[in-house]
């Protein structure tokens, strides 16, 4: 019964022999490497997308184009720290018709907004697609019932930095204007490790 169970989640991800409910990705970008783990056992639907999403290469040529830091928001509202990444910049035709991912809130999950930890943007709950961002600090805030989104559903947390946060931080140090990085920063691909 197990058995099946772990093949129908692997049917799901689209796992390989050999392939654990931690699949790792390896972010390529101008300033280096970003090693991931993904929750695929905790967050399979979130999971499943987003490697659909890399082995069909939509993140060859990329960008982080987005952040988020203590001087770029609003005095009154509450804050974040995290680089946002994706097809926005690079390829916007085709990240709006990307249909939507069912939202896995943190509630369900369990996975927290953390320091390091990759997660989805979106507009409303299962608007999310092909638009990431990873934390810089712990941030509850985006958590399900979080004080950062109106609605409460938080965001859908789905893995973590495991190796190269010393990139993210590099790449969250750089020149930006308005919450947008001036240049945006390149993800040459993202691939499964």
Known sequence: MKWVAICFICFLIGCKAGDS??????????????????????????????LSFI??????????????????QPSNAPKSALIQGGIWK?????????????????RLTGIKHRKGVISLARTK???????????????????????NIPDKQGYAAFGKVIHGMDIVMKIYRQNEVDQYF????????IKRK
């Open 21 to 50: 409910n931690t699949p790792h990705i390896i972010i390529e970008t101008t300033y280096g490497d970003i090693e991931l783990a993904l929750y695929a056992n905790k967050a399979p639907k979130t999971v499943a997308a987003f």
């Open 55 to 72: 082995d069909s290469e939509f993140y060859t040529k990329a960008s982080f184009y987005r952040v988020l830091n203590d001087d770029n």
């Open 90 to 106: 690079s390829n916007r035709a085709k990240a709006i018709h990307i249909q939507g991912i069912p939202h896995e809130s943190t």
């Open 125 to 147: 709950p299962g608007t999310a697609s092909t638009e990431f961002f990873i934390c810089i600090n712990d941030e509850p805030g985006l958590d399900f019932g979080g004080e």
């Open 182 to 189: 001036d240049p945006p920063i390149t993800i040459f691909s």
